[in-house]
T-cell receptor, first 113, second 115 residues
């Protein structure tokens, strides 16, 4: 069990650029979640997948955000036309089943300049 | 709507002293409750969870938490704090039919441990 991994760990980009983050869940986990954490706050739910199906999206996930999990394994989160307000830590988590505990990755810290 | 309140933004305790971190939740159904710990620059590590059954749950690193439905609380405790416990602690409630489709987190309590 290698845990949840995320890549990159840090990303600095200029406003208006597109960025893509990757998450590799624990291998046998069916559910994958994305959260966003800003400074001094707890993580906020963005979206989750059951295998390759995206089952729920938060209102925080604007049209500039898109997430995929094409083969039910790794997932990508893309942010188009980044804004300074997108600067945050993006956390990925996975769980074996619905209702079981979520295991978090180390996060990707995005800084938009 | 689901929500979690952690009233204490920052707590300082001496090493060896006891610790209690407060958490109050708002949720219409039976809650799934969690405590996570986050060290600087790290992801979140699960300390313990409550789904059902015994209201006093034991976790890792010597932590425990008690679910009190009448008070809508799930406070985290440790009898003797170690310097390595210094971190940010988050309480969370699970939403959805199976209780953990997504988690709602509190704003966290930062724990400082002094020698």
């Amino acid at each position: 069990d290698t845990g949840v991994s995320q890549d990159p760990r840090h990303k600095i980009t200029k406003r208006g650029q597109n960025v893509t983050f990757r998450c590799d869940p624990i291998s046998e986990h069916n559910r994958l979640y994305w959260y966003r954490q800003t400074l001094g706050q707890g993580p906020e739910f963005l979206t989750y997948f059951q295998n390759e199906a995206q089952l729920e999206k938060s209102r925080l996930l604007s049209d500039r955000f898109s997430a995929e999990r094409p083969k039910g394994s790794f997932s990508t989160l893309e942010i188009q036309r980044t804004e300074q307000g997108d600067s945050a830590m993006y956390l990925c988590a996975s769980s074996l089943l619905a209702g079981s505990e979520q295991y978090f990755g180390p996060g990707t810290r995005l800084t938009v300049t | 709507a689901q929500s979690v309140t952690q009233p204490d933004i920052h707590i300082t305790v001496s090493e060896g002293a006891s610790l209690e971190l407060r958490c109050n939740y708002s949720y219409g159904a039976t809650p799934y409750l969690f405590w996570y710990v986050q060290s600087p620059g790290q992801g979140l590590q699960l300390l313990l969870k409550y789904f059902s059954g015994d209201t006093l749950v034991q976790g890792i690193k010597g932590f425990e938490a008690e679910f009190k439905r009448s008070q809508s609380s799930f406070n985290l405790r440790k009898p003797s704090v170690h310097w390595s416990d210094a971190a940010e602690y988050f309480c969370a409630v699970g939403a959805g039919q199976t209780g953990a489709n997504n988690l709602f987190f509190g704003t966290g309590t930062r724990l400082t441990v002094i020698p």
